[in-house]
């Protein structure tokens, strides 16, 4: 026997609010852990040419005034500084000492961002995003129906709250990256929910009149499921192979897009259709009280 996606629904949204809720609190609590896109400060990514212990590239860093440098070890011999802003000459005295302490180092990359750009980097962040969101709301009104663009929606913001809110607990760094991968989620989890959407509208023009519409979004889901997980699963595989193949700089990136993918697939089955299906049963339900109300 067939799982009845909608009648499980309350299910998924336990589920989906056992993820999103820890996240805002996270969220709330601590925050992102912005990079220096956003913050401003300089970055230096590090390899010394042998293994290093992280307490000793802090402890060389506290003696050049710097005891509030953030530090990420990625492997044995790699490292992420981040810092305040420094000044270039700053810059080459803190990779100078590094290597007279502790050893011989290459310098894999050097940023520098100011705080005005970080802000600048913000504000368009957020506006990329609510512009994201309104211009497919209007796009999916127009091809389906408002009540159908509104599910849509809920579903890519249940994806995005899922994405921050992992990045905020386990405090993973958020770069200009991130917003690319945010972005690049919501696109992917839309691309399914609009394939489930088409074939739930072509299925109900050929549905019996009798046939339940919680049954008929449920073929639906079935019928376009194989497709879904074979979609999610092809880029998973690259996605994993980029992860731990691609070197730490794009470590983060490529996390964020395996969680929205992951993200995107679950809600696109399990949550913007069984939302539409209450949206439908909400306006069902106003309507008939609609009459009596002017009878009274």
């Known amino acids: 026997m067939r799982l009845h996606f909608v009648r499980w629904r309350f299910l998924w949204y336990a589920l989906s609010l056992a993820v999103i809720l820890p996240g805002l609190v996270s969220l709330s609590l601590r925050g992102l852990n912005l990079g220096i896109d956003f913050t401003g400060g300089s970055l230096m990514e590090i390899e010394f040419h042998r293994p290093a212990e992280i307490a000793k590239v802090r402890q060389v860093l506290t003696d050049l005034g710097l005891k509030d440098a953030m530090i990420q070890k990625g492997g044995a011999s790699v490292f992420l500084i981040r810092t305040r802003p420094l000044e270039e000459k700053q810059s080459q005295e803190v990779v100078k000492a590094l290597e007279q302490k502790i050893g011989p180092l290459t310098l ?59 990045f905020s607990i386990f405090q993973l760094e958020v770069d200009s990256s991130f917003v690319a991968a945010v972005l690049t989620t919501l696109g992917y ?65 490529v996390l964020a897009l395996i969680i929205g993918v992951v993200s995107g697939a679950y809600s696109s089955v399990c949550d913007a259709s069984p939302i539409w299906y209450d949206l439908k049963r909400w306006e069902e339900k106003r309507r008939a009280k609609a009459p009596k109300a002017g009878r009274a």
């Open 189 to 253: 989890s839309l691309h399914d929910t609009v394939i489930v959407f088409d074939r739930i509208r072509e299925n109900i023009k050929i549905r019996r009149l009798s046939e339940p519409l919680a049954d008929v979004i449920n073929l639906s889901i079935w019928q376009t499921l194989t497709r879904s997980i074979n979609t999610v699963m092809t880029v998973l595989f690259v996605l994993v192979a980029l992860y731990f193949l691609g070197g730490s700089t794009l470590r983060n990136f």
């Open 108 to 166: 894999l990359r050097s940023d520098k961002v100011g705080p005005v750009i970080g802000k600048e980097l913000t504000r368009k962040a957020f506006l990329a995003s609510l512009l994201t969101l309104v211009i497919l709301l209007i796009y999916l009104a127009i091809r389906f129906d408002f009540k159908q663009g509104v599910a849509a929606i809920i579903g890519l913001v249940h994806d995005v709250l899922v994405v921050l809110g992992i």
